[in-house]
């Protein structure tokens, strides 16, 4: 019911819109989130740039730090709905490791 979109890109795609309209549409029901990007200015990254334009249940997530502030590096405008924790994000890393991450990649699972 939820997909997790941790990426972004400065052009659309065609085959992604097609998908997010797809699954996102309200007969599927599935709700969808999209990182908005690490530049720090207001140039929401696509697929999260969409918004609903494609009819679908898309949010746009920043990411916020320990205070709840905007993370310098967040990327914010009007197409952001929530913002999440993404600074120093634990996960699992290669050879059985642990490490942390910092961006908006992170703050959209936390929504997820």
């Known amino acids: 019911r939820v997909i997790n979109l941790s990426l972004g890109s400065e052009a659309s795609y065609a085959a992604v ?13 599935v709700f969808i989130v999209a990182s908005t990007g690490n530049t720090g200015d207001r140039a929401v990254t696509y697929p999260a740039s969409i918004d609903q334009l494609l009819g679908a249940k898309l949010v ?8 709840d502030a905007k993370s310098t590096f967040s990327t914010y405008g009007k197409a952001v709905e929530l913002a999440a924790p993404g600074e120093v994000v634990f996960g699992p890393a290669p050879n059985l490791g642990l490490a942390a991450w910092s961006g908006t990649s992170q703050a959209a699972p936390m929504v997820s």
Do not use: T
Not at 17 to 29: H, L
């Open 60 to 67: 746009a997530v920043a990411s916020v730090d320990a205070r």
């Open 17 to 29: 819109d097609r998908a997010i309209k797809n699954a996102g549409s309200s007969s599927k029901n």
